[in-house]
Structure formats: structure tokens, C-alpha cells
């Protein structure tokens, strides 16, 4: 633990609210997006014509295409990105008015 004799104050010339990232600067997100929505002309490779895509198409295309070929993480990512990832836990609620016995249940079933 640090002694009180031995803290300083901050200096006139080293501010720490001063010496932050100027103000105006970019962040990480803005600059990834802004180069996501970059335009390429290439070739599409689901229709086969020449067309203007962002990279961020590029790229989804290029999952597709990973993933129709039997790459399972990229196919996870594609839905995980386009339905929402799978919940981990199960809601289960009970009506007081109705009562189950998972027991009965289950020896009621015939299992094959």
C-alpha cells in the first residue's frame, strides 16, 4: 500500500483528462465499419455477375460458402447471425390451478 508521504500531484504539463485521445478521434467500431461498408466490384460467386459488394457481403458470402461445404462453425455463425444464439436455460413455469406429476407421466409412456 502506497504511504501518503509518497504521493505527488499531478503536473501542469501531465494531466490525465488533458492527455486522453483527442477529442474528434475515432473510435475501434467506427473505423471497422467504415471500412466494412467499403465497396469492391468483383464477381458474385452465388449469381456469377459483377456486381458491387461491401465487405461485409464479401465476407457473409464467403461464411455461406465455407458453410455449404460442411463447415460447421461457419454455418453456427451464419445462424447465430441471423436467428440469435440458442438460450442456454429453460423458463419453466407452474399454474397453481394445474398440477403435473412427472412420475405418472413418465409411467404412462411407452417407451419403444
Same mark, same amino acid.
Given at each position: 500500500?502506497?504511504? %501518503?508521504?509518497?504521493? &505527488?500531484?499531478?503536473?501542469?504539463?501531465?494531466?490525465?483528462? &488533458?492527455?486522453?485521445?483527442? &477529442?474528434?478521434?475515432?473510435? =475501434?467500431?467506427?473505423?471497422?465499419? =467504415?471500412?466494412?461498408?467499403?465497396?469492391?466490384?468483383? @464477381?458474385?460467386?452465388?449469381?456469377? %455477375?459483377?456486381?458491387?459488394?461491401?465487405?461485409?457481403?464479401?465476407?457473409?458470402?464467403?461464411?455461406?460458402?465455407?458453410? =455449404?461445404?460442411?463447415?460447421?462453425?461457419?454455418?453456427?455463425? *451464419?445462424?447465430?447471425?441471423?436467428?440469435?444464439?440458442? @438460450?442456454?436455460? $429453460?423458463?419453466?413455469?407452474?399454474? %397453481?390451478? *394445474?398440477?403435473?406429476?412427472?412420475? %405418472?407421466?413418465?409411467?404412462? $409412456?411407452?417407451? &419403444?
Amino acid at each position: 500500500m502506497a504511504k %501518503e508521504d509518497n504521493l &505527488k500531484m499531478f503536473s501542469s504539463s501531465y494531466q490525465p483528462a &488533458k492527455n486522453g485521445r483527442p &477529442k474528434g478521434s475515432l473510435n =475501434r467500431s467506427t473505423i471497422a465499419k =467504415r471500412w466494412l461498408d467499403t465497396l469492391e466490384n468483383i @464477381k458474385n460467386p452465388m449469381s456469377g %455477375e459483377m456486381q458491387f459488394l461491401t465487405q461485409e457481403d464479401i465476407m457473409t458470402l464467403s461464411l455461406v460458402r465455407k458453410a =455449404r461445404n460442411g463447415d460447421v462453425q461457419a454455418y453456427k455463425a *451464419l445462424m447465430d447471425s441471423a436467428y440469435g444464439s440458442p @438460450k442456454d436455460t $429453460i423458463d419453466i413455469t407452474q399454474n %397453481e390451478l *394445474l398440477s403435473i406429476d412427472f412420475k %405418472e407421466l413418465l409411467n404412462g $409412456i411407452n417407451f &419403444k
